[in-house]
């Protein structure tokens, strides 16, 4: 008898737990909506409203006013870039989140999740190759100025290379190299992993900076500084790339975002290498030295960048160990 009433009370509180669990997980799902452009200007929208919404408080969903509705088919008068969509509830908003999702005829897709307190979604401007040239050009000169290794590498390029033929040569061959790699990372043809490709260029920086200190000119380092530059900069573009698949290439005009990125970093290049050598051109009209004479204290610039090249790269390694 006891094992009877046992078994009935378990089934009863399985049965409510059930309940309670079934409950919730209606109340967790959000409201849905999908909107798919079938011809220019022209979208369907599909809404899935969650079964916890009482009948009398369903959200309306308002298209911009330039939209005519029949039924979930809206034929807008212009492109819809800019505006904003509505959701409104008759009552209130029962603590439910909105997954938006666009499908644009051009291929490109968008989704967004708003929070239960938010009503309205503005829809994002379409790609264009010239918003996309301008964006990823700033995106490209911001990752280079503010990379710290790949500057301090290229800083013990020019104490190595020296003169203003042989900086030309060793940053062409960093540049077209890291193109490369770029490239063919962002493009997924080639791909490393990110972490060791980190931890080498730090290493590029220890190297660079051990051939500064020993100081000796007839290492293949000094007498060709492009096949350094050439070599590392395979390495350092694929840690432009890791930067860049963070940041995500634009849907439709993946090779317009891909190349100004580049474009981007070699005008933050530029501009380094510039502010440097303009650097050391003022020091020269200033004391009267010659350009060459002013690589004198490159030794204890080269400690500097191997002290910080080595705790960057055990810091690199630890985060793969």
């Known amino acids: 008898m006891f094992k009877s009433i046992c078994n009935t009370a378990y089934l009863t509180l399985a049965l409510m737990t059930l309940l309670v669990v079934n409950t919730y ?89 708003l929070g239960p307190k938010e009503s309205a979604w503005i829809f994002p401007a379409k790609e264009t190759k010239s918003g996309v040239a ?22 013990g390029l020019l104490l190595i ?33 990110v972490a060791p490709v980190e931890a080498i260029i730090a290493l590029s920086i ?26 590392f900069g395979l390495l350092h573009g694929f840690g432009f790339a890791a930067v860049l698949n963070e940041i995500g290439l634009p849907q439709t005009e993946l090779l317009t975002g891909l190349l100004f990125f580049n474009v981007g970093v070699e005008i933050g290049q530029i501009m380094f290498v510039g502010g440097l050598v303009g650097l050391i051109y003022g020091l020269q009209f200033v004391s009267k030295i010659r350009f060459e004479h002013i690589f004198k204290i490159e030794r204890p610039i080269a400690y500097v960048l191997g002290v910080l090249a080595v705790y960057w790269m055990f810091e690199r390694i630890s985060n793969f160990i």
């Open 25 to 113: 997980a209606h109340e967790a799902r959000p409201l849905s909506i999908v909107i798919n452009e079938i011809t220019t200007n022209v979208y369907v929208v599909d809404t899935k409203i969650p079964p916890s919404v009482s009948v009398s408080n369903h959200p309306q969903i308002l298209m911009p006013g330039f939209c005519k509705s029949k039924g979930n088919l809206y034929h807008c008068s212009q492109d819809i870039s800019g505006s904003s969509i509505i959701i409104n509830y008759p009552q209130f908003n029962p603590a439910i989140s909105t997954l938006i999702r666009v499908n644009r005829l051009s291929g490109e897709k968008f989704t967004a999740l």
């Open 134 to 155: 301008s964006q990823y050009t700033t995106l490209g000169i911001g990752h280079i100025l503010g990379g710290i290794d790949h500057l301090l590498f290229l800083a």
């Open 161 to 193: 290379a020296k003169s203003r033929k042989r900086i030309l040569m060793a940053i062409t061959g960093f540049t077209i190299a890291h193109s490369i790699t770029l490239i063919l990372s962002a493009m997924n043809l080639v791909r490393l992993p």
């Open 206 to 231: 220890v190297f660079v900076a051990a051939e500064i200190a020993r100081g000796k000119r007839d290492t293949i380092t000094y007498q060709f500084p492009v096949a350094v530059s050439s070599s």
